[in-house]
Structures are given as structure tokens and as C-alpha cells.
């Protein structure tokens, strides 16, 4: 059966990941760094979970309400996405690789 539940994009995903990384790192609750952002905190939780695409001004007032530069922390989720594509090319490389020669070991 299907979920009917929203799938998360893998940058928002990273960028939500980070976010809440920083969140717990600097003591904050949710409820906190809502506040301080201006925002409110179902909005966090969804960015959070990266459900959420939260405009510049969001993105940049979330950062600054973690006292994180906002340029920084899109370079490390950046960073984060492509390694993670990276990976999962170099995998889809391996099975492909892996298939071909079982196939030929079977013929």
C-alpha cells in the first residue's frame, strides 16, 4: 500500500539534518530557536524533517537565530548532498558491475 505521506528532497533533507545538528549542538529547543527566528515551530519541525523548503529569508533568519553564518551552513549541506549522490553512484556502479559478471560467470 502506498503512504500517502510527502517524500523528502535530498537537499532539504541534508539542510534539515544540519539544522537540527546545530539546533541540539547550541542547547536549543525547538520552541527556542523558533522564537528566535520568528517562525513557528511546526514550520521548524518541518524543515527539520525536510519537508519543508523554507524561502531565503527563512533559511537566512534560521541560521542567524543559531548564531551560524548562513553561507556556511549551506556549503556544508552542499557538501553533505554530494557526497552522498557520489556514493550512490560509485554503489550503482559496483551492482552493475557485480550483475554483469554474474551474468556472464552463468553463461
Known amino acids: 500500500m502506498l503512504s500517502n ?3 523528502a528532497d535530498p537537499f532539504l533533507s541534508a539542510f534539515g539534518s544540519h539544522l537540527r545538528a546545530l539546533r ?4 536549543l529547543s525547538q520552541e527556542e530557536t523558533a522564537d528566535r527566528a520568528g517562525i ?3 514550520y521548524l519541525e518541518g524543515v527539520e ?3 519543508r523548503n523554507p524561502f531565503d529569508k527563512e533559511r537566512a533568519r534560521l ?3 543559531l548564531g551560524y553564518p548562513t553561507k556556511e551552513l549551506f556549503d556544508l549541506v ?3 548532498v554530494e ?4 556514493a550512490e553512484v560509485r ?9 554483469e559478471s554474474m551474468a556472464i560467470t552463468m553463461s
Open 63 to 65: 541560521a542567524n537565530a
Open 49 to 51: 524533517r525536510g519537508l
Open 40 to 42: 513557528h515551530v511546526t
Open 5 to 7: 505521506r510527502p517524500t
Open 78 to 80: 552542499r557538501l553533505h
Open 91 to 99: 554503489l550503482k556502479k559496483k551492482f552493475h558491475a557485480d550483475a
Open 83 to 86: 557526497g552522498r549522490l557520489i
Open 24 to 27: 541540539k549542538n547550541s542547547g
